[in-house]
Nanobody, 126 residues
């Protein structure tokens, strides 16, 4: 079992920055792939970013490329999402997720992750 706890969400003005953290506990071997998703009201949960175990491979959805950076610290069992140049369209609940393997066909889908955090609210005002 793996438990994930997100933090760092909040209210920020457009153009501002936030850094989300996700701390994992439990079976560290089950956190091979770590990702961030977000869900806005009335919308489906969408992929934001993912990172491999070593941190050597990162993946982003097109709308956040150049603005967001995903990273991880395996010693602290924590994954981060640095969000810059935030836009009102980035407003959503952000979820951290992990799985014990990486599948190139499913890493952008919620079905590709076994464990989820409770989410943290990010609100960007215009």
């Amino acid at each position: 079992q793996v438990q994930l706890v997100e933090s760092g969400g909040g209210l920020v003005q457009a153009g501002g920055s936030l850094r989300l953290s996700c701390a994992a506990s439990g079976r560290a071997s089950s956190t091979y792939l770590m990702g961030w998703f977000r869900q806005a009201p009335g919308k489906e949960r969408e992929f934001v970013a993912a990172i491999s175990k070593s941190g050597g491979s990162t993946y982003y959805t097109d709308s956040v490329k150049g603005r967001y950076t995903i990273s991880r610290d395996n010693v602290k069992s924590t994954v981060y999402l640095q969000m810059n140049s935030l836009e009102p369209e980035d407003t959503a609940v952000y979820y951290c997720a992990t799985n014990d393997f990486f599948n190139t066909l499913t890493y952008k889908s919620p079905a590709g992750y076994k464990y989820w955090g409770q989410g943290t609210q990010v609100t960007v005002s215009s």
